[in-house]
């Protein structure tokens, strides 16, 4: 077993030496490697993007603005980076009311009274990473999973007879028991499902995102998690995911491989949520720039409870704060999808599609092979522990009739291939 594999033998206790490694990175920085060196087989990319946006971050002082930088954003027919910046500042708070009413606005301009719903399926719960805050990281003691083909079809079966169209493969971060070979049979057996299949995987090489474009993904979303690379470092303790930089430029690498879409989110909570809300956006407004294209989206989960830890929470984080981030999002971004996941409460989650989310998740389960179980209650005798808490369990059924009563208009895909 490699040094960055170490996997529970069992359900009941890390291996000694498994464990005083784990003590060893959380109490000595210096057993931990370089976040921002590339491994040997990472590909680097001659981009400027990451520069940019985390000399803007650097620069951002949330404090500095006042009500009337605020007033001037809501002013401007169009937002800049400068009015962005004081829209997530604490200034803006007094005025989210009129901030919601602006993002309602551009909402209904660009995406009408549409809102498109899909699921995710988590097919393996194998993880090389040492994440302090994630349930899937590999010293947490949680059942551990691989779906099989044929496990992943009849998963994708009975997702697929509830009516969902567009489906989230997902797998915890192992290029070991999760390799792009697997991946890539999951995008094939899924394409004959769905109408629309994206991937929330470990992040990859140019040629890898290129190869499961042909298999038949078509987006990809990478949560870079927190921008603040000090923060980052104190967080990703281990594994690949511990790479800043390559991490950071997955959604390029994607787009260079032939992905339609890529996605983007900061995890709320895991460091100053204004200065990575900032980042997050212009992530995405430099490669936008760079990229016209491609369709861009965003989400904006808050952290949650996970197994054997109950007391995560992203404290400093509330709903007020979170719909100030969203509508800022909307207004900046006009064009760019935004998601709201099931880690947010029904109640805020539809009222949120009425302002500024355009996507919104449903029939959800973060766990590994338990479908059956979740949506036809038969008892699944060997599932995965799930990654996090959701807090929205809605169906789709559910979901698609609690937005027609909204007045909105739900969409299960509007792609076709010909």
Same mark, same amino acid.
């Given at each position: 077993?490699?040094?960055?594999?170490?996997?529970?033998?069992?359900?009941?206790?890390?291996?000694?030496?498994?464990?005083?490694?784990?003590?060893?990175?959380?109490?000595?920085?210096?057993? @931990?490697?370089?976040?921002? !060196?590339? $491994?040997?087989? /990472? #590909?680097? =990319?001659?981009?400027?993007?990451? +520069?940019?946006? *985390?000399?803007?971050?650097?620069?951002?002082?949330?404090?500095?603005?006042?009500?009337?930088?605020?007033?001037?954003?809501?002013?401007?027919?169009?937002?800049?980076?400068?009015?962005?910046?004081?829209?997530?500042?604490?200034?803006?708070?007094?005025?989210?009311?009129?901030?919601?009413?602006?993002?309602?606005?551009?909402?209904?301009?660009?995406?009408?009274?549409?809102?498109?719903?899909?699921?995710?399926?988590?097919?393996?719960?194998?993880?090389?990473?040492?994440?302090?805050?994630?349930?899937?990281?590999?010293?947490?003691?949680?059942?551990?999973? @691989?779906?099989?083909?044929? !496990?992943? $079809?009849?998963? /994708? #079966?009975? =997702?697929?007879?509830?009516?969902? +169209?567009?489906? *989230?493969?997902?797998?915890?971060?192992?290029?070991?028991?999760?390799?792009?070979?697997?991946?890539?049979?999951?995008?094939?057996?899924?394409?004959?499902?769905?109408?629309?299949?994206?991937?929330?995987?470990?992040?990859?090489?140019?040629?890898?995102?290129?190869?499961?474009?042909?298999?038949?993904?078509?987006?990809?979303?990478?949560?870079?998690?927190?921008?603040?690379?000090?923060?980052?470092?104190?967080?990703?303790?281990?594994?690949?995911?511990?790479?800043?930089?390559?991490?950071?430029?997955?959604?390029?690498?994607?787009?260079?491989?032939?992905? @339609?879409?890529?996605?983007?989110?900061?995890?709320?909570?895991?460091?100053?949520?204004?200065?990575?809300?900032?980042?997050?956006? *212009?992530?995405?407004?430099?490669?936008?720039?760079?990229?016209?294209?491609?369709?861009?989206?965003?989400?904006?989960?808050?952290?949650?409870?996970?197994?054997?830890?109950?007391?995560?929470?992203?404290?400093?984080?509330?709903?007020?704060?979170?719909?100030?981030?969203?509508?800022?999002?909307?207004?900046?971004?006009?064009?760019?999808?935004?998601?709201?996941?099931?880690?947010?409460?029904?109640?805020?989650?539809?009222?949120?599609?009425?302002?500024?989310?355009?996507?919104?998740?449903?029939?959800?389960?973060?766990?590994?092979?338990?479908?059956?179980?979740?949506?036809?209650?038969?008892?699944?005798?060997?599932?995965?522990?799930?990654?996090?808490?959701?807090?929205?369990?809605?169906? *789709?059924?559910?979901?698609?009739?609690?937005?027609?009563?909204?007045?909105?208009?739900?969409?299960?895909?509007?792609?076709?291939?010909?």
């Amino acid at each position: 077993m490699g040094e960055d594999a170490e996997y529970f033998v069992d359900s009941a206790c890390l291996r000694g030496a498994a464990l005083e490694k784990k003590h060893r990175l959380e109490s000595d920085p210096a057993s @931990r490697t370089d976040a921002m !060196e590339y $491994a040997p087989d /990472m #590909e680097q =990319i001659d981009s400027d993007v990451r +520069e940019k946006v *985390l000399t803007a971050m650097e620069d951002y002082d949330p404090a500095a603005y006042c009500a009337a930088d605020v007033e001037r954003a809501l002013a401007h027919e169009t937002c800049g980076v400068e009015d962005l910046a004081a829209l997530f500042s604490p200034a803006a708070a007094p005025f989210l009311e009129r901030m919601a009413k602006r993002a309602q606005r551009e909402t209904g301009r660009h995406f009408g009274n549409t809102v498109y719903v899909f699921t995710p399926l988590y097919i393996a719960n194998y993880c090389d990473n040492y994440c302090v805050y994630c349930g899937f990281n590999r010293y947490n003691d949680i059942v551990r999973r @691989r779906l099989e083909m044929v !496990e992943i $079809a009849r998963e /994708m #079966e009975i =997702i697929a007879a509830s009516g969902i +169209e567009e489906i *989230l493969i997902l797998t915890g971060e192992s290029p070991v028991k999760s390799d792009i070979s697997y991946i890539g049979a999951a995008c094939r057996l899924a394409r004959q499902y769905f109408r629309s299949v994206g991937l929330e995987i470990y992040p990859v090489n140019t040629a890898d995102y290129r190869y499961l474009h042909e298999c038949g993904a078509d987006y990809v979303t990478v949560f870079q998690e927190t921008y603040d690379t000090a923060r980052y470092e104190e967080l990703h303790l281990a594994g690949r995911k511990r790479v800043f930089p390559y991490r950071f430029e997955a959604q390029e690498r994607a787009i260079l491989g032939g992905m @339609r879409g890529v996605g983007f989110s900061a995890l709320l909570g895991l460091s100053d949520f204004r200065r990575d809300a900032l980042a997050t956006a *212009l992530h995405v407004y430099f490669l936008q720039r760079k990229y016209p294209h491609v369709e861009y989206s965003l989400s904006c989960p808050r952290l949650r409870p996970i197994v054997n830890n109950a007391n995560i929470h992203a404290h400093d984080v509330h709903e007020k704060e979170l719909c100030q981030v969203l509508c800022a999002y909307r207004i900046f971004l006009p064009y760019v999808g935004i998601t709201v996941s099931s880690r947010e409460s029904a109640s805020f989650r539809d009222g949120i599609v009425k302002i500024a989310a355009t996507k919104v998740s449903a029939g959800v389960s973060t766990g590994i092979g338990d479908h059956e179980e979740k949506y036809e209650g038969k008892k699944a005798l060997a599932a995965g522990d799930e990654q996090f808490e959701i807090a929205d369990a809605r169906s *789709l059924a559910e979901m698609y009739a609690g937005l027609s009563r909204g007045g909105l208009q739900p969409v299960l895909n509007d792609y076709v291939y010909v």
